[in-house]
C-alpha cells in the first residue's frame, strides 16, 4: 500500500496566467505561467510549458546527470507533455526545457488542431528565427508531435515509455492492463478563440481533471461535468475574482477565465473530491490571494489555492 500511494503525484511549477510576474509580492504563490507535472506509474506527464516548466526541466537534468558518467550510459529522459492550447504562457518555456535539447531524449506532447492547423505546425511557428536563435526542428531531443482530439484515450502501459493512441469507440478495455494510466482529452471552446483541451489522467481508479483557461456558462459546464465526474482532483481557472470580472471600468466577461465561484460550482457539480484553483491573475499578490483562500474555505467543496512547489498525493487524498 505504502507503495501505491507514492505513485500518483501531482506539483505545481507554474500557476500564474497570463504572463509571468516576478515580484517580491508574489513570492508565495509564485511567478511563473502554467506547467504541473505529474508523475504515476513511473511515467512522467507533464501539462503545458508555461514558465514553471524551465525549472522542472533543470531538475529532469538534474537527475539525468547524476544517472550515469556519459550520454552513452545515462537514463534517457522519457516525457508525455500535454499541451492545453499555445497562448504564450502555456508555451513560453519550451524554448528553455533543457531535456529537449538532450539527444536521447523522447517527449510525446500532444495538443489540439487548431484554426486548421496541426498542433505540430502552431507550435513550430511559436520558435523559429527571428524570434528564438533555435527552430523547434533544431532540437536535438526526440520530439514526436501529435494532434490530440476527444475520440483518442492515450494508454501508459506499465514499464512502456512508448505511448499508445486509440480510438475510445474501438478499443476492447478488456484487453487493458489494469496498471495502466489513461489520458483523456476534451475540448472547451469557451476560452477565445479556438478553445482549449481539459485532460484527465486515470490510474487504478483514481484520476486529476485539468481545465484551466476556461470561463463558466450559467447552470455549469454539461461536458465538463461528465468529464471530470467524481474525480479526485479538479485543477480548475480562477483566474478573476468576481469585482474584476464584472467590473464596470474594465470588465473580463468574455476573456475566457473563471471566478473562484465560478470553480467552486464546477467542482460541485462534478462531486470533485478537491479543488485546486489555477491561472492566478499575475496582477493579484500574495495577500490578495490569500484573501480568495480564506473566502473558499466557506464553501462546501474541499478548495485551495494552488502555489508554485504544491505537492499533493492522489492516493492519500482519499
Ligand atoms: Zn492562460
Ligand atoms: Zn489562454
Known amino acids: ?5 507514492k505513485n ?4 505545481f511549477w507554474g500557476v500564474r496566467g497570463s ?3 516576478p515580484n517580491p509580492d508574489m513570492m508565495k504563490y509564485g511567478g511563473n505561467t502554467s506547467c504541473v507535472e505529474i508523475q504515476v506509474n513511473g511515467h512522467l506527464i507533464i501539462i503545458d510549458a508555461g514558465t514553471g516548466v524551465i525549472g522542472l526541466g533543470n531538475e529532469l537534468i538534474k537527475n539525468y546527470i547524476s544517472s550515469g558518467t556519459n550520454e552513452f550510459n545515462r537514463e534517457p529522459i522519457s516525457a508525455v507533455m500535454l499541451f492545453s492550447h499555445t497562448h504564450h504562457d502555456h508555451i513560453q518555456g519550451f524554448p528553455f526545457f533543457k531535456p529537449a535539447y538532450i539527444g536521447t531524449s523522447k517527449i510525446h506532447m500532444y495538443g489540439s488542431k487548431s484554426l486548421g492547423l496541426d498542433f505540430a505546425d502552431t507550435l513550430s511557428q511559436s520558435m ?3 524570434f528564438f536563435p533555435v527552430d523547434l526542428g533544431e532540437m536535438d531531443g526526440h520530439l514526436i508531435i501529435n494532434n490530440f482530439r476527444e475520440t483518442d484515450m492515450i494508454i501508459l502501459a506499465p514499464g512502456e515509455t512508448k505511448p499508445i493512441t486509440k480510438n475510445i469507440f474501438d478499443y476492447d478495455m478488456s484487453k487493458l492492463d489494469e496498471d495502466s494510466v489513461i489520458i483523456h482529452c476534451l475540448k472547451s471552446y469557451a476560452h477565445p478563440k479556438d478553445g482549449v483541451l481539459f485532460f484527465k489522467i486515470t490510474w487504478r481508479g483514481h484520476s486529476v481533471v485539468f481545465a484551466s483557461d476556461k470561463e463558466g456558462y450559467i447552470g ?8 471530470a465526474r467524481n474525480t479526485d482532483l479538479l485543477i480548475h481557472d480562477a483566474q478573476y475574482i468576481m469585482d474584476d470580472y464584472v467590473s464596470p471600468v474594465t470588465p473580463k466577461q468574455g476573456y475566457g477565465h473563471s471566478t473562484p465561484e465560478m470553480a467552486i460550482e464546477a467542482a460541485k457539480l462534478a462531486n470533485a473530491q478537491k479543488l485546486i484553483l489555477f491561472h492566478m491573475d499575475p496582477s493579484y499578490t500574495d495577500k490578495m490571494i490569500d484573501i480568495i483562500g480564506e473566502n473558499i474555505q466557506n464553501s462546501i467543496v474541499n478548495a485551495m489555492v494552488a502555489y508554485e512547489g504544491l505537492e499533493i498525493d492522489l492516493v492519500c487524498t482519499k
Do not use: A, V
Open 128 to 130: 523559429f528565427t527571428p
Open 8 to 11: 500518483f503525484k501531482i506539483k
Open 220 to 227: 455549469g459546464d454539461s461536458k465538463l461535468t461528465s468529464f
Open 19 to 21: 504572463h509571468p510576474i
Open 1 to 5: 500500500m505504502e507503495e501505491i500511494s
